[in-house]
């Protein structure tokens, strides 16, 4: 059974940082492609930044502001986010994805709300 574990969400002030990050219980070399994405209330989940085919993409709305990591080491993938803006508010997930079969594993999901 594949894990994806996120943490590092939380309460933050417009203009401030905050960093997620995603633990998974295998090899990310397993995953054809890893990333994050995000659900705000009434929304539908849309994808933030992922790592694919050895290319990064990022949504439109935070090219600029978000910078996706891994540390194949540690099994691992983080979300560095700046600038954060209300509108970043949502719950975001780390999501694997594999190719063969089209599996797809999810985390559980962290909240991030941006707030004064």
């Known amino acids: 059974q594949v894990q994806l574990v996120e943490s590092g969400g939380g309460l933050v002030q417009p203009g401030g940082s905050l960093r997620l990050s995603c633990a998974a219980s295998r090899s990310i070399f397993s995953f054809d492609s890893m990333g994050w994405y995000r659900q705000a209330p009434g929304k539908e989940r849309e994808l933030v930044a992922m790592f694919t085919l050895g290319a990064t993409n990022y949504a439109d709305s935070v090219k600029g502001r978000f910078t996706i990591s891994r540390d194949d080491a540690k099994n691992s993938v983080y979300l560095q986010m700046n600038s954060l803006k209300p509108e970043d508010t949502a719950v975001y997930y780390c999501?694997?994805?594999?190719?063969?079969?089209?599996?797809?594993?999810w985390g559980q999901g962290t909240q991030v709300t941006v707030s004064s």
């Open positions: 999501r694997g994805y594999n190719n063969y079969g089209s599996r797809e594993y």
